[in-house]
């Protein structure tokens, strides 16, 4: 079922940003439409809910955007307050604890945005490939 | 009312404006996903989401895109990661299911179930969506990368390769 990036031939691929379309590919396309257009015509979907039921789900979602924002900022004031007060605190009693501290955050702070930088870039040609 | 008006004062926290948005948009939605999942259920599930989510970043809806195409990004991004989630077993077994169903519907309203729809079908999600947007949609190379979050190359590629194996399935004495 699950196949290899290695499957995808890239350097098949014609140069130019719009290629040309082959006869034979052309008939393939449009047969392929012709089918979306058989999907289209024939599967029942749902009809759209009446526009007060929308404005009710609109309500709803942005008290559940706002809780959500609420509850986010509340956890980054205590998540702060921890840190500045735990880092106050061991600079009070103990220097070089604190020195090692801030020196091991920062390095796994700079690996942290390594690795976000290395994973953004290879974004796309193995995540969605699968 | 035209649209644009609808969608600044819906920018501007205007419900109303926004619900008539959604549900102007609700069937144009509501196809190409059936489309993009061939699962019909799966499809209402994520018009859902995708409403939910529209709800929330409108308010950085730019302009930069046709307000549908700007759904469709969302919607396409949202099919990706629950995608993505999925195992591939679950997602074999769920799409043998919906296709069954829509294999049905077809045999009620007469219409064929063709080679071409067969193979679209069992084609790989992640080819059959620019396949879709490419030349159903008429959407640029460009335009798909930034909806489905990948790079240029990557969507020809995709297109190449969707339509190759679909030339294999439905011409098997056709020329590669």
């Known amino acids: ?130 | 009312m035209d649209e644009q008006q609808r969608i600044n004062l819906a920018i501007r926290g205007d419900d109303q404006a926004l619900a008539q948005l959604l549900h102007d948009h609700y069937t144009f939605l509501m196809k190409y996903l059936i489309k993009v999942t061939m699962n019909p259920s799966l499809a209402e599930d994520l018009v859902q989401e995708t409403m939910l989510k529209c709800i929330e970043k409108i308010a950085y809806y730019n302009g930069s895109s046709k307000f549908s195409s700007w759904m469709i990004t969302i919607a396409t991004r949202l099919y990706i990661d629950m995608m993505r989630k999925r195992k591939v077993e679950q997602r074999w077994q769920e799409q043998e299911q919906a296709l069954r169903g829509v294999q049905w519907h077809m045999q009620q309203h007469q219409e064929a179930w063709t080679d071409a729809i067969d193979a679209l079908s069992r084609l790989r999600y992640d080819m059959r969506l620019p396949i879709l947007l490419k030349h159903y949609y008429g959407y640029a190379y460009e335009e798909i990368a930034e909806m489905m979050d990948i790079p240029q190359g990557t969507v020809k590629s995709r297109i190449y390769n969707g339509l190759q194996q679909l030339r294999k399935e439905l011409m098997p004495n056709a020329k590669e």
Request: charged share 20%; net charge positive; with cysteine.
């Open chain 1, 1 to 130: 079922m699950r196949k290899n990036k290695s499957n995808i031939n890239q350097q098949s691929l014609p140069k130019s940003s719009e290629p040309h379309i082959s006869q034979e590919d052309q008939e393939l396309i449009d047969q392929l439409m012709l089918s979306f257009q058989q999907i289209d015509q024939v599967i029942p979907h749902s009809t759209a809910p009446h526009t007060g039921h929308l404005e009710q789900l609109i309500a709803e979602q942005k008290v559940a955007v706002r809780q959500r924002n609420r509850l986010e900022l509340l956890c980054f004031f205590l998540v702060a307050i921890v840190l500045i007060g735990g880092n106050t605190l061991l600079a009070m009693t103990n220097w070089t604890a604190f020195g090692i501290f801030q020196g091991v955050t920062l390095v796994a702070a700079i690996g942290y945005l390594f690795g976000s930088y290395v994973r953004r870039s290879k974004k796309g040609d193995v995540r969605h490939a699968k």
